[in-house]
Nanobody, 116 residues
């Protein structure tokens, strides 16, 4: 069973940057599924913010387009989310999972807080 572990969250001021990492216990998941970053803010539904197919095609939610970049390092079995120009509304717990998501791949997520 492949496990996904998110890291890289923290507290950042508005306008700042963070890079999130999602380490997979096996890189085979990348050749089977598209991967995505999801987030869930307090009182809101979990939403997909960025996705990356095996072939390298990316897609972003309108709210993060132009600010976030998803990428993958196959040698490290890791998917990244580079987040720039962060806004308070980006505050949420961020998770990686396949697209569409699969229950068995949800991890603990990593908290991102954007506040001055």
């Amino acid at each position: 069973q492949v496990q996904l572990v998110e890291s890289g969250g923290g507290l950042v001021q508005p306008g700042g940057s963070l890079r999130l990492s999602c380490a997979a216990s096996s890189g085979s998941i990348f050749s089977i599924y598209a991967m995505g970053w999801y987030r869930q803010a307090p009182g809101k539904q979990r939403e997909l913010v960025a996705s990356l197919t095996y072939g390298g095609f990316t897609n972003y939610a309108d709210s993060v387009k132009g600010r976030f970049t998803i990428s993958r390092d196959n040698a490290k079995n890791t998917v990244y989310l580079q987040m720039n120009s962060l806004k308070p509304e980006d505050t949420a717990v961020y998770y990686c999972n396949t697209v569409p998501w699969r229950t068995e791949f949800w991890g603990q997520g990593t908290q991102v807080t954007v506040s001055s």
